[in-house]
């Protein structure tokens, strides 16, 4: 089963339109720490935020915005006023404990954003 | 700039062959993951080294192998490649292997192509 899905393959919007990325995570561990990823067309992973499982304080920064709710297992991420710089796929990602005791980012299968000007 | 080094940017090899791509973390950080990226599998873990110590392993096939160094720089070997293979392998590393200090920042990858 997934442990991150991420149901929005694809979002096209027009630029300054604001655009919500999708992400719930499955996890039975009372400590995680969620991630969100940017992977331009140039192909490198970009990190953005990690929310700890123990703080669900929703986060802004800039025209980027993150809203975690542990009562539906969401982390969800918007951008505000989109611009075509923010053409991108988006990860989430879920970090748990695995045997050993390190903690190993899972991540979803990402969301294609598209902005058009 | 994540501060993470991954050479070479692009390979090209025949099916049968053997490769190695290399990993230089960011400074000050212990763990070094590596990770495959496919379109038809995303984003696999492979597997995770923490101060020259395998960690933890994920999807890594017996054909692949990676070791962490005492300078803390990290190779992953890949073996009697198939065309399947072909992807696009990042590294990534972490101050630590546990807790808030698994945020991890990625290197630019290495895409391999298996002709």
């Known amino acids: 089963a997934q442990k991150v899905t991420q149901a929005q393959t694809e979002i096209s919007v027009v630029e300054k339109e604001d655009v919500t990325l999708d992400c719930v995570y499955e996890?039975?561990?009372?400590?995680?720490?969620l991630f969100w990823y940017k992977q331009p067309p140039s192909g490198e992973l970009v990190f953005l935020i990690r929310?700890?499982?123990?703080?669900?304080q929703n986060e802004i920064s800039g025209r980027y915005s993150w809203n975690f709710q542990k009562s539906t297992s969401s982390f969800n991420f918007t951008i505000t006023a989109s611009q075509v710089v923010d053409s991108a796929v988006y990860f989430c990602a879920l970090s748990e404990a695995v045997e050993g005791g390190s903690y190993i980012p899972t991540f979803g299968r990402g969301t294609s954003l598209i902005v058009h000007p | 700039d994540s501060g993470v080094t991954q050479t070479p940017k692009h390979l090209i090899t025949a099916t049968g062959q053997r490769v190695t791509l290399r990993c230089s973390p960011r400074s000050g950080d212990l763990s070094v993951y590596w990770y495959q990226q496919s379109l038809d599998q995303g984003l696999q873990f492979l597997i995770q080294?923490?101060?020259?110590?395998?960690?933890a392993k994920g999807n890594i096939l017996e054909r692949f192998s990676a070791q962490q160094f005492p300078d803390l720089h990290s190779e992953l070997n890949l073996s009697s490649l198939e065309l399947g293979d072909s992807a696009l392998y990042f590294c990534a590393s972490s101050k630590g292997g546990t807790g808030v200090n698994t945020e991890a920042f990625f290197g630019q990858g290495t895409r391999l192509t298996v002709v």
């Open positions: 996890t039975r561990d009372t400590t995680y720490y």
């Open positions: 929310r700890n499982s123990f703080d669900e």
């Open positions: 080294y923490y101060n020259g110590e395998e960690r």
